[in-house]
Each structure stands twice: as C-alpha cells, then as structure tokens.
Antibody
Framework: QVQLVQSGAEVKKPGASVRVSCKAS????????MHWVRQAPGQGLEWMGVINPAGGSTNYAQKFQDRVTVTRDTSTSTVYVEVTTLRSEDTAIYYCVRGGRSWGSPFDSWGQGTLVTVSS | DIVMTQSPHSLAVSLGERATINCKSSQSVLYNSNSKNFLAWYQQKPRQPPKLLIS???TRESGVPDRFSGSGSGTDFTLTISSLQAEDVAVYFCQQYYITPPTFGGGTKVEI
C-alpha cells in the first residue's frame, strides 16, 4: 500500500531555513507527481508546489516562488521541501501528498504531516 | 487563481440525518473535452491528515461508505452524507485540480 513517511517536528527561529523530507513506498516513485501542502493551526489547506519525480521539474505557488524549493532523490524515493527565511506565519503542518500520473489529478495519499514551529 | 467557496462554515446534524455541504468555484472546473469536473472532496478528522473521499465530483474512492455522495457540475458542487454517523465528525474540504495552483475551499466543520 502507498505510504508517505515524513520527518519529525522542527522548531526554528525567524530567518532560519527548514527542510522536511517525505519517503515514499508501495508504488513506483517516478510515476506520480508529489505535492506539498501546508496547514496553519486551525486553518485551511494551502498548496505550495509540486515535483515530477521522473525528471525533477517543479512548479510553485506564486507566493512561495522565492522561498520554497522542492527536490527529490530517486535512489531513496524521497522528496524534500525547503523553506528559507522563515517567519512566524510559516508555522504550520507541512504535508507531502501524492498526485496522479498526469497533471490535473486528485491528491490520493497524504503523509502524516510535519509540524514546523517558527518562534524566537 | 480559482477561488473555492464552501458553505456553511459549520453545521450540526443529528445522528442518522442528512448533511449537505456546498462548494462553489469562481470559474468552471468542467473540462468539456472529456466532460469531467476536476473537483475533489476531502475529509479531515482531528489530528489526522486529510483523506480523499470523492474525485471527479462524484466518484467515491475505494472503501468510502456509500452514504457519502458528490454531485454538481461546472461551478456548483455538493457533498451529501445521507445518514450521519458518529465517525463522520470532521472538517470537509473541496478542491479544484483543474488549473494550477490547485485550490481548496475553507472547510466545513460537521458536528453532531
């Protein structure tokens, strides 16, 4: 069965960077897009970006273009998201989410989430 | 960006009664070439990640009870829980995946 296992919670100071990992198993890693979605405490869901694991191409939400980088390591079936210049508003649960084999597909499997807390 | 607007923000339903959640998109998410609506519904229980319930506006995912149904087309969609069970207490989100960026509704909290 599809499993997405994320790295543990992080506490960072404003201005720092954070990298969250997501290890995929149970399917052919290169065939499915992988997205990152975040959820601030008590809030809704916000799409951050996506990677095509086959070729590594990425696409980001406009508000994250300058601060977010999504990468992948095909040898370990792991996807990463890095957020730089953290601010308090970045405090959220970050989810990796499997998309489909083609663009324009629902999000069918979610990681357990990684809480990132930004606090001085 | 396509704006997804859900209503109501919250609702309380008695056990066994019907719950209806509405979702409206700021532009159509119907792809005319294949007549598919690029609209999904997710369920999020406390301290859990969201779970895909319905895709393509009306296709239930494997294992989802048939009391959950989705309907609508174009810009107006509905999620119906025909007979609410205690385990259905959750927040429900709609999402369009027609145009990048994919966007979510603000969520509807369903309580007993």
């Amino acid at each position: 069965q599809v499993q997405l296992v994320q790295s543990g919670a992080e506490v960072k100071k404003p201005g720092a960077s954070v990298r969250v990992s997501c290890k995929a198993s149970g399917y052919t890693f290169s065939l499915y897009y992988m997205h990152w979605v975040r959820q601030a405490p008590g809030q809704g869901l916000e799409w951050m970006g996506v990677i095509n694991p086959a070729g590594g191409s990425t696409n980001y939400a406009q508000k994250f273009q300058d601060r977010v980088t999504v990468t992948r390591d095909t040898s370990t079936s792991t996807v990463y998201v890095e957020v730089t210049t953290l601010r308090s508003e970045d405090t959220a649960i970050y989810y990796c989410v499997r998309g489909g084999r083609s663009w324009g597909s629902p999000f069918d499997s979610w990681g357990q989430g990684t809480l990132v807390t930004v606090s001085s | 960006d396509i704006v997804m607007t859900q209503s109501p923000h919250s609702l309380a339903v008695s056990l066994g009664e019907r719950a209806t959640i509405n979702c409206k998109s700021s532009q159509s998410v119907l792809y005319n070439s294949n007549s598919k609506n690029f609209l999904a519904w997710y369920q999020q229980k406390p301290r859990q990640p969201p779970k895909l319930l319905i895709s393509w506006a009306s296709t239930r995912e494997s294992g989802v009870p048939d009391r959950f149904s989705g309907s609508g087309s174009g810009t107006d969609f509905t999620l119906t829980i025909s007979s609410l069970q205690a385990e259905d207490v959750a927040v429900y989100f709609c999402q369009q995946y027609y145009i990048t960026p994919p966007t979510f509704g603000g969520g509807t909290k369903v309580e007993i």
